[in-house]
């Protein structure tokens, strides 16, 4: 990029960025003046409260961040500026990239026949062939080059106008994209209001030179007729066709003669003569003709009307032709049914075929299908009517189901397409056998030539059918959502062979039994057939069906070619159908011209381009996005870098809490006991085992504490049983020691805080000797007495009455400490509450639940001795009795 | 050479212990080792010998020797009163000086200023050395201690034999314009100390870490003195520049202006509260407290020792 060739802008990015800068520079600066500062040791020691300076201190920058940081900053600056002047140079042999752009749209051709155009293209491409010359036109995306003048006449006569609308700004986009880099671009086009639309010429202008070489220079006082409406008016039994023509005129006239002709098989049908009078700008003109005119075999497909303005020199003629669909003709519809006798009323297919009629199709009836079955594509609809010995053979035709199986497969069908089938009962309840078989074959069946299915063999009444055909997996057609038995009909869609089918379980024709009357039978189909798609009830009700579709940007029908083709003939303009049939789009035939001034500025063939002014230099944008992002990148990569880097060196600091937090979650993580739970410490001889299941779960449930349902055994006084808070034995003779004296070490673990359970508790004389020498030398004496109404374990949770004593005995507790320190039940009182409860405790005479509750209430005390003592909640305990 | 400080005297007082030399024996304090009747040493020893000519009096206790009993005592007062003199020995005395980098305030490196005072440390071996040559003179066995770290380690230590020992040192030091590489090139390294100490000197100025975790202290000897080390520059800021800025290099934080020190004595107000409870502290714990500036008086020095002589010493 040349220096002098780059004109910036100043963007807000750009003053955002170059002001942060200077401002990080400032502040650095202001810190580095403060550097007039000096040791002075003593005021590590000194407590000097206020007046601090403000924390801004000189710190030497990280060197190679801060440069970093001034390099980014220049970039962010460069790269956010934009060039937007072009400075203006001279043309050179590399400025030769030139294309060509032809309009070929409708509006175009006003008064301009082909051969004048590509003369004035040829007299164009004289003056330009000498650099490097493409051409497209709004055909296609294709782009030519051509060798010759010759080759260029051919290429536009042979592709000529098309009758669809054109939009430059989306034809010629595409077009760029392919060419890539090119400096000059003309377009060849009129000033038509339409096809200039929304085309930001101007945004071109910027990489290019963009310019005009105007056609439509001469017919500033011309006018054009165009076919504006057109509507069929006729009913379908009425014995002519009848149109409404709206013609409407733009431009300047007097009075426009005319003769409106319409043709079918190039059969001239009718050529009615118009006016349209000065100040008047439309008219309408009323065309009929009889309906038998028009033969319809129903083969040719592509057979439509043509209407023709004759005898008329308007501006634009490509719009003086319109072709629409043939109304009026409705579709063929096959009804297979075997007449069952020559009365209207015997005939249950006649009202069928009456009511199709009325509805503007034209029914086609057959006995019972042959070989070979009629074009499947003639008759859209077919209609199937089965009677009580109708032979499924000759109703049902396998073609469909090979059909059906082959689009399954991928494989290639008899018949492209398929017709919509709909099965009915010639009368109530008859027929459904065969009805059922055929729905089976056409749509469920592996192969045509199963027999009849065994659920299709027992239907005799419509409920039965109803049930069948829901099994079979066919949709309900009418009643109530999962009530089959009111189904009016079923239907079945195999998407992808496109088969659609509906088995009705009523017969189509006027009923008592049934409930449809002559009149309703015409609206019932027609809510079926407009539901399946065969009648679009908006375009009748309306009676204006868009018949003659427009194509308003042939953009959208582009197919996308890729390729430069070298030779012209190779191109031919697209030859889609519905680019042939279409008719000239409103917007072209107003004849509506852009200013001037809005439009690019205009080329005259033949004018030298050297003394274009204002090229633009070739090379002198480059995008910077690729070097912002790039930029973007490497600040954050040296951001990432610098945090984690200061990251790090903090974390140093911290190593051993760090350390300490990682060993401890490893612990947390490695063990998951370390919850807090209550267990029983049982001292007792070996083998006896208690299981606590039902007890745990009472006191967990009552207490939300977490009490465990095993309980820990100790044989023996070891060590381990004297880091317990409390210890359960049955077993006198474990803690006696010498001398009918508790064990020294039982002692001493009570001394410590210890909580001794004795259940089946001796005399009191012998609880007196266990303590009477292990206690005597404290301060605090100890004593045994039965537990007393106002005791902790009566009130700690549940408020008790009493204890339950045991032969007369009972319960006992060693007040030592100012606490209870060991308490003798006499009985088990573990045994009882466990699971396997023995059969002859002292509890039986009791409930269970209040050996709970005294257990809880144990508990209570173990954990938290006389915790009601404890009155610092009595604030908020009176509160609440207040 | 890792400081070196500055040894121009042309702006120091004569009779200021800036000029404080080892042999300076002008103080009076040292008179009493020469008239008392020890025997070696400044040490009291702990065992009591009765005596005729005795230092004081207690009561009998049986066992004593009979003949010592001050019977006309006796006679006057009905009490057995005995008469003890106690023996004097070397003692056992450790001279630490602190190496902190703090103590190397003010030189060259700090200010810009023509006429600096001696550096912290200059002081600071200025007086281990009297100190050391002081003892070493009346029999005592003196061993140094420096400490380079700002935490309370002894990392160099050297037994002192003789006064020439010392003085030799002294004149290398001010030779090496009293660096302190000069310094520890007279010392071996070593951590501990592994005689009893009977006196403990320890010359710092308290800045690098609580007083009472230093090695002297910690060594628990009968006796401990802090010569509490300042520079003229940290006891008076009348010279500080107002728009200038004062920081400490081990906390960030504190920053301060010159005119915020100034302005109603803040930082003297500080000060003399952290040096009185310096004091305090070590008063406490039984030691001896005295603040030395590169201003302070030889006299005022001698008149400690000698306090401290007769308080403690020879109690």
């Avoid at chain 1, 005294?854 to 006389?866: G, K, R, S």
């Amino acid at each position: 990029m040349m220096w002098q060739n780059l004109t910036i802008t100043w963007s807000f990015v750009t003053i955002g960025v170059i002001l942060l800068s200077f401002l990080g520079l400032t502040i650095w600066w202001i810190i580095r003046i403060k550097q007039k500062r000096l040791w002075l040791p003593t005021l590590r020691i000194i407590e000097l409260q206020e007046s601090r300076l403000p924390n801004l201190k000189f710190r030497p920058p990280e060197w190679v961040a801060f440069l970093c940081f001034l390099a980014l900053c220049a970039i962010f600056v460069f790269f956010s500026m934009q060039p937007v002047k072009k400075v203006v140079a001279t043309d050179g042999q590399e400025r030769r990239r030139i294309h060509l752009f032809i309009d070929l749209s409708p509006s175009t051709s006003a008064r301009l026949p082909l051969q004048k155009l590509a003369q004035k293209i040829l007299t164009a491409w004289d003056s330009l062939h000498e650099g490097h010359l493409t051409i497209s036109t709004s055909h296609s995306s294709d782009i030519v080059q051509l060798s010759n003048r010759e080759e260029l006449e051919n290429y536009i006569v042979s592709i000529g106008y098309h009758r669809s609308g054109v939009l430059l700004g989306s034809a010629i986009k595409p077009q760029l994209e392919k060419l890539g880099k090119i400096d000059r671009l003309f377009i060849v086009s009129d000033r038509d209001l339409y096809s200039w639309t929304d085309f930001n010429w101007r945004f071109l202008s910027e990489d290019m030179e963009v310019r005009l070489l105007n056609l439509a220079d001469n017919h500033e006082e011309d006018f054009n007729v165009y076919f504006n409406k057109a509507s069929y008016l006729s009913s379908p039994d009425a014995p002519s066709m009848d149109w409404d023509i709206e013609l409407e005129a733009k431009g300047a006239y007097a009075n426009i003669k005319g003769i409106l002709a319409v043709a079918y098989k190039d059969v001239e049908l009718a050529a009615i003569p118009w006016t349209i009078n000065e100040g008047q700008s439309r008219v309408t003109v009323r065309v009929s003709w009889p309906k038998t005119k028009i033969i319809d075999d129903s083969k040719d497909q592509e057979a439509h009307l043509i209407w023709r303005l004759e005898r008329l020199d308007d501006a634009i003629s490509l719009d003086n032709e319109m072709r629409t669909e043939v109304a009026g003709l409705g579709k063929s519809v096959l009804v297979v049914s075997d007449s069952s006798g020559e009365q209207i009323l015997e005939d249950p297919a006649y009202q069928l075929m009456a009511s199709l009629e009325v509805l503007d199709f034209r029914p086609k009836r057959f006995e019972w299908f042959e070989e070979p079955l009629p074009p499947w594509k003639d008759f859209p609809l077919w209609i199937i009517l089965f009677g009580k010995n109708s032979q499924i053979e000759n109703y049902c035709p396998k073609e469909i189901t090979f059909n059906r199986l082959a689009a399954s497969l991928g494989e290639q069908t008899f018949q492209s397409g398929m017709p919509r089938i709909w099965l009915a009962p010639k009368n109530f309840n008859q027929g459904l056998r065969q009805m059922c078989w055929c729905y089976h074959r056409i749509m469920v069946a592996d192969s045509a030539n199963q027999a009849i299915p065994e659920y299709c063999q027992n239907i005799d009444t419509q409920k039965e059918f109803n049930s069948v055909m829901r099994a079979m997996g066919a949709s309900q057609v009418g009643g109530q959502i999962g009530r089959e038995e009111e189904a009016f009909a079923w239907v079945g869609v195999n998407k992808k062979s496109n088969l659609e089918v509906i088995a009705f379980s009523l017969p189509l024709k006027p009923s008592m039994q049934t409930g449809i009357s002559y009149a309703r039978l015409p609206i019932l189909m027609r809510s079926i057939l407009q539901w399946q798609g065969f009648l679009d009830e908006r375009a009748r009700r309306d009676g204006n069906r868009d018949v003659w579709p427009r194509i308003n940007n042939i953009v959208d029908y582009w197919p996308d070619g890729q390729r430069i083709n070298k030779v012209a003939q190779n191109l031919v303009p697209n030859d889609d159908k519905k680019l042939l049939k279409t008719n000239v789009p409103v917007g072209e035939s107003y004849l509506l011209k852009m200013d001037l001034k809005e439009l690019p500025p205009l080329w005259v063939p033949g004018q030298l381009i050297a003394n274009s002014p204002h090229l633009p230099a070739s090379d002198d944008q480059k995008n910077p996005l690729p070097w912002i992002i790039f930029c973007t990148w490497f600040v954050i990569v040296i951001l990432l870098l610098e945090v984690t880097w200061f990251g790090l060196q903090r974390l140093r600091s911290y190593k051993k809490t760090l350390l300490m937090l990682l060993i401890s979650l490893a612990a947390f993580q490695a063990n998951d006991k370390l919850f807090a739970k209550i267990e029983v410490s049982l001292l007792a001889s070996s083998g006896s085992s208690l299981s606590l299941q039902n007890l745990a779960k009472d006191v967990g449930y009552r207490t939300s504490l977490s009490f465990d349902k095993e309980i820990k055994v100790y044989n023996s006084l070891d060590e381990k049983i004297f880091l317990e808070p409390w210890i359960w034995t049955s077993n006198f003779a474990k803690i006696r020691g010498s001398f009918q004296s508790i064990d020294f070490r039982v002692a001493n673990w009570i001394k410590r805080g210890g909580f001794l359970v004795i259940e089946n508790a001796p005399e009191l004389s012998e609880l007196q000797k266990l303590t009477k020498d292990a206690f005597s030398g404290t301060s605090s004496q100890g004593y045994w007495t039965a537990i007393p109404p106002d005791h902790e374990i009566m009130r700690s949770f549940y408020l008790l009455d009493s204890l339950p004593a045991c032969d007369q005995r009972v319960w006992l507790g060693y007040m030592f400490d100012q606490r209870i320190a060991m308490l003798a039940i006499p009985y088990s009182l573990l045994n009882s509450l466990s699971d396997q409860p023995p059969s002859q405790t002292c509890m039986e005479a009791t409930a269970k639940e209040r050996g709970v509750r005294v257990f809880v209430n144990l508990l209570m005390v173990a954990l938290a001795t006389d915790y009601k003592k404890d009155q610092i909640h009595m604030r908020e305990i009176l509160k609440r009795l207040r | 050479m890792i400081f070196a400080s500055n040894t121009d005297d042309s702006s120091r007082k004569s009779s200021t212990i800036a000029f404080l030399h080892p042999m300076d024996h002008e103080e009076p304090s040292f008179r009493f080792f020469k008239n008392s009747l020890r025997m070696q040493g400044s040490l009291q020893m702990s065992l009591r010998r009765p005596s005729r000519v005795a230092d004081f009096s207690r009561q009998y206790i049986p066992g004593d020797p009979v003949n010592r009993i001050d019977w006309k005592a006796f006679a006057r007062s009905d009490q057995l009163i005995l008469r003890e003199k106690r023996d004097e020995a070397c003692a056992q005395i450790l001279i630490f000086i602190d190496l902190a980098p703090s103590m190397f305030w003010p030189s060259k490196n700090h200010i810009e200023k023509i006429d600096l005072p001696p550096t912290k440390f200059e002081i600071a071996v200025r007086l281990a050395c009297h100190l050391a040559v002081s003892h070493l003179s009346v029999g005592d066995q003196v061993v140094m201690a420096l400490s380079q770290d700002i935490s309370p380690v002894i990392t160099h230590e050297m037994t002192a034999r003789s006064p020439g020992d010392i003085l030799s040192l002294f004149t290398h030091l001010r030779d090496e314009a009293f660096s302190s590489d000069a310094l520890v090139s007279f010392f071996s390294k070593g951590q501990k100390i592994n005689k009893k100490i009977d006196t403990g000197y320890l010359i710092s100025d308290g800045l690098s870490y609580p007083i009472m975790k230093n090695p002297v202290i910690c060594a628990n000897p009968s006796l401990h003195c802090f010569l509490h080390v300042l520079s003229s520059l940290e006891t008076d800021v009348l010279w500080v520049a107002d728009d200038w800025v004062y920081f400490d290099e081990y906390q960030e934080s504190k920053e301060y202006f010159g005119r915020y020190l100034k302005d109603q004595n803040h930082y003297l107000k500080s000060l003399f509260h952290w040096m009185a409870s310096l004091r305090v502290q070590i008063n406490k714990n039984n030691g001896w407290y005295m603040n030395i500036t590169d201003q302070t008086a030889l006299l005022a020095y001698a008149r400690f020792l000698e306090q401290m002589m007769q308080g403690g010493l020879l109690r």
